[in-house]
T-cell receptor, first 114, second 113 residues
Framework: EAGVAQSPRYKIIEKRQSVAFWCNPI?????LYWYQQILGQGPKLLIQ????????DSQLPKDRFSAERLKGVDSTLKIQPAKLEDSAVYLC????????????FGPGTRLLVL | DQQVKQNSPSLSVQEGRISILNCDYT??????FLWYKKYPAEGPTFLIS?????DKNEDGRFTVFLNKSAKHLSLHIVPSQPGDSAVYFC????????????FGTGTRLKVLA
């Protein structure tokens, strides 16, 4: 079974530029998560999708971050415009469902904002 | 407000000995707890979980203990192996609503050969 795929693996941009990350979850997984992991901290949930609907986006900075999962499979996370404090690893995870289902993580995208 | 805390940023253990990683939480509504392991340049991988109705769960060399009254959980690795060297995150969730994980800050374990 293929794991969660993410691209790109690394991205360097200047502040005020925009950037987009892509995630392909494990086949058949209905729930998809985007996390932000700042250096020295644990992953923090940004947004959770159940199929193509948003379940939780309470910690997503909506003035600059957006995410979509149009067909209930792949997802993209966009930052526009980026700030220095957005430098982090962006992790995508997926699970079969929600309740006590294990979340499987992709390798992450490391973003550096200069 | 850090609801899940791992107060030891790092831990070094000799190969073959026991590794004990600790995690404290503040939210009494948490009823499901997990440990994830993370190698450099990889995403976290699930290790073991425990429901609040239990106080111990074992899987091979890995055992998680839960002390609800103290709001404390620990991960024991016996015996420790060099391949266990990684960052370990504990996570907690409430199994209702959106069921999102709240992660701790991680403990870097180094197993010395």
């Amino acid at each position: 079974e293929a794991g969660v795929a993410q691209s790109p693996r690394y991205k360097i941009i200047e502040k005020r530029q925009s950037v987009a990350f892509w995630c392909n979850p494990i086949s058949g997984h209905a729930t998809l998560y985007w996390y932000q992991q700042i250096l020295g901290q644990g992953p923090k949930l940004l947004i959770q999708f159940q199929n193509n609907g948003v379940v939780d986006d309470s910690q997503l900075p909506k003035d600059r971050f957006s995410a979509e999962r149009l067909k209930g499979v792949d997802s993209t996370l966009k930052i526009q415009p980026a700030k220095l404090e957005d430098s982090a690893v962006y992790l995508c995870a997926s699970s079969r469902g929600q309740l006590k289902e294990t979340q499987y993580f992709g390798p992450g995208t490391r973003l550096l904002v200069l | 407000d850090q609801q899940v805390k791992q107060n030891s940023p790092s831990l070094s253990v000799q190969e073959g000995r026991i590794s004990i990683l600790n995690c404290d939480y503040t939210n009494s509504m948490f009823d499901y707890f997990l440990w994830y392991k993370k190698y450099p340049a990889e995403g976290p991988t699930f290790l073991i979980s425990i429901s609040s109705i239990k106080d111990k769960n074992e899987d091979g060399r890995f055992t998680v203990f839960l002390n609800k009254s103290a709001k404390h959980l620990s991960l024991h690795i016996v015996p420790s192996q060099p391949g266990d060297s990684a960052v370990y995150f504990c996570a907690a969730s409430v199994t209702s609503g959106t069921y999102k994980y709240i992660f701790g800050t991680g403990t870097r374990l180094k197993v010395l050969a």
